[in-house]
């Protein structure tokens, strides 16, 4: 565990805890990217060393653009949103990978708080996940980025996500596990927990804005997030 966590009268007092989706509580960035990758590979596009990364936190219509122009897909956006979101939705039927222990986090935290969702995922995605890991109803507000103006970095989802649950943003832990993630949770003004993949690091100026970085999802306890400054 690296960052900060402090303890004191100046500790500001949690009023409901967000988590994204994807690499938090299901290991879903591997099986995106090879998707993602096949489909590029299958249609005409170019996937670039920077690719993977630009598209953590993108909602669904920006990186359905960004394969259809940047990376030369002979598809159009509209028709590439709706393919891969098909084959990962066939994946999703077969196996939602669940981050060991995230499950458990989650029941942990929504026993002292109001919980949140704001993921990149498509909406019928975030069902199906939350449905196969028994979670649904663990969130009092579950939002995707498909169904505000930006996706992340920007922090629309995570303000339309506390809005929901009636609370403010400064009163509000968020976990995140990519650069875009986190850069939009803080952005949206709340405190920022990161547990990055091994395979996808923080970029620099991303993990300076977390206020603490778990190398496990399981290392996200009560005592901690009460603790955090």
């Known amino acids: 565990m690296t960052g900060h966590a402090s303890v004191g009268q100046d500790v500001p007092v949690t009023d409901a805890v967000v988590f994204d989706l994807d690499g938090v509580i299901v290991d879903s960035e591997p099986v995106w990217e090879e998707v993602r990758r096949a489909y590029v590979a299958a249609h005409g596009g170019t996937w670039q060393p920077d690719t ?3 598209l953590m936190g993108m909602s669904t219509g920006e990186w359905a653009h ?3 122009g940047e990376l030369g897909v002979d598809r159009t956006a509209e028709q590439v949103a709706v393919e891969v979101v098909e084959e990962m939705t066939r994946r999703y ?6 981050i060991d222990g995230a499950d458990q986090v989650v029941r942990r935290l929504a ?8 993921s990149s995922s498509p909406t019928r995605l975030i069902e199906a996940a939350l449905a196969a890991t028994g979670l649904t109803d663990a969130f009092g507000a579950t939002l995707s980025t ?3 103006e930006r996706g992340k970095p920007a922090p629309d989802v995570y303000l339309s996500v506390v809005r929901r649950l009636g609370v403010d943003p ?4 968020a976990v995140e596990d990519s650069s875009n993630g986190v850069r939009s949770a803080a952005a949206a ?7 990055p993949h091994g395979s996808y690091p923080l970029d620099p100026d991303a993990a300076g804005l977390a206020v603490v970085t778990l190398n496990a ?4 306890t009560p005592e901690l997030v009460d603790g955090l400054g």
Do not use: K
Request: hydrophobic share 45%; net charge positive; with cysteine.
């Open 189 to 195: 003004g709340m405190r920022v927990v990161a547990v």
């Open 52 to 54: 993977q990364r630009r």
């Open 66 to 68: 960004y394969l259809s």
């Open 93 to 98: 039927r077969d196996h939602v990978p669940l």
């Open 170 to 173: 400064a009163g509000c832990v």
């Open 146 to 148: 498909e169904q505000t």
């Open 111 to 118: 026993a002292r708080w109001p919980l949140g969702l704001a």
């Open 217 to 220: 999802i399981g290392a996200l």
